[in-house]
């Protein structure tokens, strides 16, 4: 069993950046080395978004088009925390911004799509003037 805790969510304008963490633990011990974080976002009334899966195998293997070229992510698995750097921030980009984890060394489709073990349960982020 594996908890996951985002962190780094709040208010910014139009143009910021922000980032947040997604720190996994466990009691009985595990390695981040193994397992797949796909970040969601989902706004309220509207489906969940894989936006970025990230193995350490491949590195970041998935953007969304949505994100592309804005967003980054990044693992120290050491520290057992995956980020999510956010740059040029739009108010379409407010969400709540979750990160969920599976036991794989690569990305695969269908959990872009949220077929995932382990879940957060979020961190909100409001992009407004």
């Known amino acids: 069993q594996i908890q996951l805790v985002e962190s780094g969510g709040g208010l910014v304008q139009p143009g910021g950046s922000l980032r947040l963490s997604c720190t996994a633990s466990?009691?009985?011990?595990?390695?981040?080395?193994?397992?797949?974080i796909v970040w969601f976002r989902q706004v309220p009334g509207k489906e969940r978004e894989g936006i970025i899966c990230?193995?350490?195998?491949?590195?970041?293997?998935y953007y969304a088009d949505s994100v592309k070229g804005r967003f980054i992510a990044s693992r120290d698995n050491a520290e057992n925390t995956v980020y999510l750097q956010m740059n040029s921030l739009k108010p379409d980009d407010t969400a709540v911004y979750s990160c969920a984890a599976s036991r794989s060394w690569y990305c695969q489709v269908s959990m872009i799509k949220g077929d995932m073990d382990y879940w957060g349960k979020g961190t909100l982020v409001t992009v407004s003037a």
């Open positions: 466990s009691a009985s011990g595990f390695d981040l080395d193994d397992y797949v």
């Open positions: 990230t193995s350490s195998t491949d590195g970041s293997s």
